[in-house]
Each structure stands twice: as structure tokens, then as C-alpha cells.
């Protein structure tokens, strides 16, 4: 079965959504796609890696610039990112590996 097939079926399965759908294509199948939550939402935008004002324009600016070797991976390096440097209310600047590369640095108190 081809990826959009897949997909739509699993879309079709009550409470799947394409976040949902793209983890399961990656994780289980081995599918390169990039699940885009909250997180990835977040630092794809503040560090102007992917900036898009939907979840689909973010998604399909990310799947533009990973080079295929790390789409298998991308999306969960990049939701620990979120999570745990780039945090909502109180990001971890300091202590962020990407900061000389980030939209976002001047825009904190580091």
C-alpha cells in the first residue's frame, strides 16, 4: 500500500488526524514523514527552521528543507527539543545547542 493510501486510511480510523497518521507511517512503517505537534510547531517557528502559520505549512516546509536520511528521526529530536530546551514560557537559551543559529534568541534574555 502506497504512503497516501495509507494514510487515508488510517484518517479514516475515528480520532486519527494527520499528526496521528504520520506517527504511526514513521514509526511503524518506516514512512519518511514529520508529525507536527505543538512542539515542532514551536521551534520549527522560533528558530525559523520551517515558519508557517498552520501545522500543514510547517509540515510541509520541514519535509522540504531534513534531508531524507533524517526524516526517519526529525520529528522526535525535534519534539525532546521542544520540549525540554525550547519550552513554551520559559525556554532554555542558554543551554540550547542551536542559539547562534535561532530567530528567536533576540527575543530573550540571554
Given at each position: 500500500?502506497?504512503a497516501g493510501?495509507?494514510?487515508?486510511?488510517?484518517?479514516?480510523?475515528?480520532?486519527?488526524?494527520?499528526?496521528?497518521?504520520?506517527v504511526?507511517?514513521?514509526?511503524?512503517?518506516?514512512?519518511?514523514?514529520?508529525?507536527?505537534d505543538t512542539?515542532i510547531f514551536?521551534?520549527?517557528?522560533?528558530t525559523?527552521?520551517?515558519?508557517?502559520?498552520?501545522?500543514r505549512?510547517?509540515?510541509?516546509?520541514l519535509?522540504?528543507v531534513?534531508?531524507?536520511?533524517?526524516k526517519k528521526d526529525?520529528?522526535?529530536?525535534?519534539?525532546?527539543?521542544?520540549?525540554?530546551?525550547?519550552?513554551?514560557?520559559t525556554?532554555?537559551?542558554?543551554?540550547c545547542?542551536?542559539?547562534d543559529?535561532c530567530?528567536?534568541?533576540d527575543?530573550?534574555?540571554v
Amino acid at each position: 500500500m502506497k504512503a497516501g493510501a495509507a494514510r487515508e486510511a488510517l484518517e479514516a480510523l475515528p480520532g486519527v488526524g494527520r499528526k496521528t497518521a504520520n506517527v504511526i507511517l514513521n514509526t511503524a512503517f518506516g514512512e519518511p514523514t514529520i508529525a507536527v505537534d505543538t512542539h515542532i510547531f514551536r521551534v520549527s517557528n522560533r528558530t525559523g527552521l520551517a515558519p508557517g502559520k498552520t501545522v500543514r505549512e510547517v509540515e510541509d516546509r520541514l519535509l522540504k528543507v531534513t534531508p531524507d536520511e533524517f526524516k526517519k528521526d526529525a520529528h522526535h529530536w525535534l519534539i525532546l527539543h521542544g520540549r525540554y530546551v525550547c519550552k513554551a514560557h520559559t525556554p532554555a537559551c542558554p543551554d540550547c545547542l542551536i542559539a547562534d543559529l535561532c530567530d528567536y534568541r533576540d527575543k530573550t534574555t540571554v
